[in-house]
């Protein structure tokens, strides 16, 4: 299986392919642009609920963020419960820790009704603080879940060998290989009726007349339900506002020691650390996870996997390197996911993005908010989630300072740009944004010395994009639409590539 970088996940050995037909002749009652766990989810459930739906995926069936998750199954959150009653109140607050719970349970209701083999092992979570100012945090989110009814305990031991002041325990996590699961849940789809059509990049749409006409490369369908299942909307959108595109690293790792932690393992560090223990093949493996950035906002991302390499090796007596890939999320201005209507829309087309770290669990929880609001014509976490929420409130102040940086790289790339008198400039293994007789090109030069030119401006909002040296790709800094060294989309918001230069 692909994915959307040059790295390979532990998860891609899983391999299918779908070879539904593409017809502009059918209608549809849903068209699920995506093929990751919201898109195949969301799809999977509408079709056992009588609709007749269909899912268009530009690559293969996990080829985004599905395909680069460490598959942690959470119903605690990155946003903490304490966050959640200070900026929506404690009502809202108890309903988060109820959505989390609901996820969960779909899940296991999805693999048991199936006897889906996807590893899925529920687990107990240790939170641990590592100095005084993480112990005041750890306080605080313990004193949230308790306000909301949540359960945790503090213990004085954790199983990580990781000096630590204080620590949490969250019983009823759980933990999964994604794609063995994604892939069994979009055969049932199919078992349901349900097409699946990969290769298949999304255009633009039109919502007119009571319909919903999905314009693609393999031509138009028409539809009565829309669902962007794509991490964030395509195309121009509100929510390319209100979220911020972020990079996050991880590594599997085998010990010489053997000494394996059953739990997951979470610290307080911002950005934080995660771990988790994966059986792949017969043999243990450690999968840690952190350093994450902004997309586009490192110079050298290579080195991002060599520092979160280095803080493993700190405390874990690390034997092989077996795996290293990054993958990319998006942050919420107010720290809640955007889970129903876009904006934009009539009312006929749904989004489900702004999920944090937490992917996996709203991936899930969107496919029942989805499908309730377009079955039955409501859902209990409709406002909550409502991405038609975002008001100078909750949140304005990151919604602003994620904005200004936009700007600011907008037009500062386009101002710093080198400029260069020859392409022969770009030395072998080298890949830069230069300005060349008037106009800026993304070049990357092979080892081999062969160029890759690509018209450097993202032709989503008009940003300059940046090398990513760890995924060979280049990165959107604005928006987080990525492309590879041929100017392919690797992810939206855009859905066109970037020209390239023969």
Aim: proline letters at 3%; a negative charge; glycine letters at 8%.
């Amino acid at each position: 299986m692909f994915r959307d970088g040059a790295r390979k996940s532990m998860w891609q050995a899983e391999i299918k392919r779908y070879q539904s037909v593409f017809s502009t002749d059918q209608n549809f009652d849903v068209v699920i642009v995506g093929g990751g766990i919201t898109g195949i989810s969301t799809a999977y459930r509408l079709q056992l609920n009588g609709l007749k739906c269909i899912v268009l995926e530009a690559n293969n069936i996990g080829f985004g963020t599905t395909g680069g998750t460490t598959a942690h199954l959470n119903d605690f959150f990155d946003t903490t419960f304490k966050e959640a009653i200070s900026k929506f109140g404690l009502e809202n607050a108890r309903l988060l820790a109820e959505a989390g719970k609901e996820a969960i349970h779909i899940f296991q209701a999805n693999v048991s009704a199936h006897d889906i083999e996807c590893d899925f092992e529920r687990k107990n979570a240790e939170l641990f603080a590592i100095d005084d100012k993480q112990v005041e945090e750890l306080e605080n989110i313990y004193d949230g879940a308790q306000q909301v009814g949540y359960d945790m305990s503090y213990i004085e031991s954790i199983e990580f060998p990781i000096r630590f002041k204080k620590a949490l325990s969250i019983p009823g996590q759980a933990q999964f290989h994604p794609l063995k699961y994604v892939r069994a849940l979009a055969d049932e789809f199919i078992k349901a009726g349900g097409s699946i059509i990969e290769n298949c990049l999304f255009e633009s749409y039109d919502e007119t007349g009571g319909e919903v006409v999905i314009h693609t490369r393999l031509g138009d369908l028409k539809t009565k339900y829309a669902v962007f299942a794509t991490h964030t909307p395509p195309g121009i959108s509100l929510l390319h506002f209100t979220t911020a595109p972020y990079r996050s690293y991880a590594i599997g790792f085998t010990l010489k020691d053997d000494d394996y932690p059953n739990t997951l393992g979470y610290d307080l560090y911002d950005a934080y650390h995660y771990y988790r223990t994966h059986v792949l093949n017969g043999k243990k493996i450690i999968i840690a996870g952190g350093e994450d950035h902004k997309t586009g906002h490192t110079d050298d991302a290579g080195a991002c996997f060599a520092r979160l390499e280095n803080y493993c090796r700190t405390y874990f007596d690390v034997d092989e390197i077996q795996y290293a890939w990054s993958s990319q999320y998006f942050e919420p201005a107010d720290g809640l996911p955007s889970i129903g209507i876009l904006p934009s829309s009539e009312g006929r087309v749904f989004v489900a993005t702004g999920f944090r770290g937490n992917g996996m669990t709203f991936g899930t929880l969107s496919s029942a908010i989805i499908t309730d609001i377009i079955t039955l014509g409501s859902s209990k976490f409709e406002k909550l989630f409502n991405p038609k929420r975002f008001k100078p409130t909750a949140g304005f102040t990151s919604f602003v300072k994620e904005n200004a940086t936009v700007l600011k790289d907008l037009i500062g790339d386009k101002i710093s740009m080198d400029r260069i008198s020859s392409l022969a400039e770009i030395e072998a293994g080298e890949a830069k944004v230069v300005r060349y007789e008037g106009s800026s090109y993304a070049v990357y030069a092979e080892q081999s010395g062969q160029l890759h030119i690509l018209k450097s401006t993202c032709p989503h909002a008009k940003c300059e994009v940046r090398w990513n040296n760890a995924e060979l790709s280049w990165d959107c800094p604005c928006h987080g639409s990525r492309f590879n060294v041929n100017g392919k989309v690797l992810t939206g918001p855009s859905t066109k590539g970037l020209e390239r230069i023969e």
